[in-house]
């Protein structure tokens, strides 16, 4: 029997992108809420191919603001 820290860490993440923050910052579209969801569509996704053989699962907020010439890159670990 494996002990679950021996297990990897299954990740998911919500990207969101904007060209400029007239609208709010990327970040701003995940609340709670979304990301709730988001883990929830995770997990179920992950029992219909029989993938739960994972010690730890997060969600992870990504953000990329601009354009592809200048644009700022945010990752967030675990919001949900």
Not at 8 to 21: A, I, Q
């Amino acid at each position: 029997h494996r002990d679950l820290h021996s297990f990897p860490t299954r990740r998911s993440s919500d990207l969101k992108t904007r060209t400029d923050s007239g609208f709010g910052h990327p970040l701003e579209a995940i609340g709670k809420d979304k990301a709730r969801r988001t883990r929830e569509l995770a997990i179920l996704w992950c029992r219909q191919r029989e993938t739960l053989d994972f010690g730890h699962f997060r969600i992870d907020a990504v953000s990329i603001l601009g354009t592809p010439e200048q644009f700022t890159f945010e990752h967030l670990k675990g919001v949900a």
